[in-house]
């Protein structure tokens, strides 16, 4: 038996939406939907049963490109929280189309989209969270919690690097390095001299007489430029005291 007249009318009309999302008219498709969607209604229940499936896609279709738009948007006004939300919800909804022969140039779109949102969150959230860190460290130094600012220093270095690869105005580049140097010279020098301290409270409670040697913060320049030698490379893992 045959497909009956309503049958064969949704059927074209999920066709013709089908076509326009493989030939990028995606606004179109979204205009067609409610009559696909009306036509839809009016199928008897068993052959609903057996299109639901093409409707459902065709609708997650068009939920992803309104997404990825969407989020365009917010990355452009900066809402951080209710991009992350939105870009967890088009990587879901995207990952079930990846063998539909008709979304290629969807999921191109919707790639392009992406990557650039996720670049803005990534970039945003470092720089949040860079100086959340960075106040952090500069604390922990003050309170002479030298082992806790390192790891503090160790996290603060993947938002510094995370930042260098997407910020593109160069003062800024500069004065996140400044923060950096400045940052790590303070460290070392308080800790050093912490520990000759400590030392030499020891040498003497022992009964020694010993001169320390007084720290040169000249030394500590020269640690930093391999240091950022070693950001600039990428090799962030291998940058400790």
């Given at each position: 038996?045959?497909?009956?007249?309503?049958?064969?009318?949704?059927?074209?009309?999920?066709?013709?939406?089908?076509?326009?999302?493989?030939?990028?008219?995606?606004?179109?498709?979204?205009?067609?939907?409610?009559?696909?969607?009306?036509?839809?209604?009016?199928?008897?229940?068993?052959?609903?049963?057996?299109?639901?499936?093409d409707v459902n896609l065709l609708y997650n279709e068009l939920i992803v490109y309104m997404d990825a738009n969407d989020a365009y948007l917010m990355a452009q006004e900066g809402d951080v929280k209710a991009l992350k939300e939105k870009l967890e919800h088009i990587y879901e909804l995207s990952l079930d189309l990846w063998n539909v022969k008709d979304a290629n140039e969807l999921l191109k779109y919707t790639g392009e989209k992406y990557n650039y949102c996720l670049n803005?969150?990534?970039?945003?959230?470092?720089?949040?969270?860079?100086?959340?860190?960075?106040?952090?460290?500069?604390?922990?130094?003050?309170?002479?919690?030298?082992?806790?600012?390192?790891?503090?220093?160790?996290?603060?270095?993947?938002?510094?690097?995370?930042?260098?690869?997407?910020?593109?105005?160069?003062?800024?580049?500069?004065?996140?390095?400044?923060?950096?140097?400045?940052?790590?010279?303070?460290?070392?020098?308080?800790?050093?001299?912490?520990?000759?301290?400590?030392?030499?409270?020891?040498?003497?409670?022992?009964?020694?007489?010993?001169?320390?040697?007084?720290?040169?913060?000249?030394?500590?320049?020269?640690?930093?430029?391999?240091?950022?030698?070693?950001?600039?490379?990428?090799?962030?893992?291998?940058?400790?005291?």
């Amino acid at each position: 038996m045959g497909d009956t007249k309503q049958v064969k009318e949704f059927k074209e009309l999920l066709e013709k939406a089908n076509n326009y999302i493989k030939n990028k008219r995606f606004d179109d498709a979204i205009k067609l939907y409610m009559e696909i969607h009306n036509s839809f209604d009016k199928l008897p229940l068993i052959r609903k049963d057996e299109l639901r499936k093409d409707v459902n896609l065709l609708y997650n279709e068009l939920i992803v490109y309104m997404d990825a738009n969407d989020a365009y948007l917010m990355a452009q006004e900066g809402d951080v929280k209710a991009l992350k939300e939105k870009l967890e919800h088009i990587y879901e909804l995207s990952l079930d189309l990846w063998n539909v022969k008709d979304a290629n140039e969807l999921l191109k779109y919707t790639g392009e989209k992406y990557n650039y949102c996720l670049n803005v969150y990534t970039y945003k959230i470092s720089k949040s969270e860079f100086k959340e860190k960075y106040d952090e460290a500069t604390d922990l130094i003050h309170e002479r919690k030298f082992d806790k600012a390192i790891k503090v220093y160790a996290q603060l270095l993947v938002y510094y690097n995370n930042l260098l690869k997407y910020e593109k105005n160069e003062e800024v580049k500069l004065d996140l390095y400044n923060k950096m140097k400045e940052l790590y010279l303070n460290l070392s020098y308080k800790k050093t001299v912490s520990k000759a301290y400590e030392k030499e409270v020891k040498l003497n409670k022992n009964g020694f007489l010993r001169k320390i040697e007084a720290v040169k913060y000249k030394e500590y320049k020269d640690d930093f430029s391999k240091i950022r030698k070693m950001i600039e490379e990428g090799d962030v893992e291998d940058v400790m005291f």
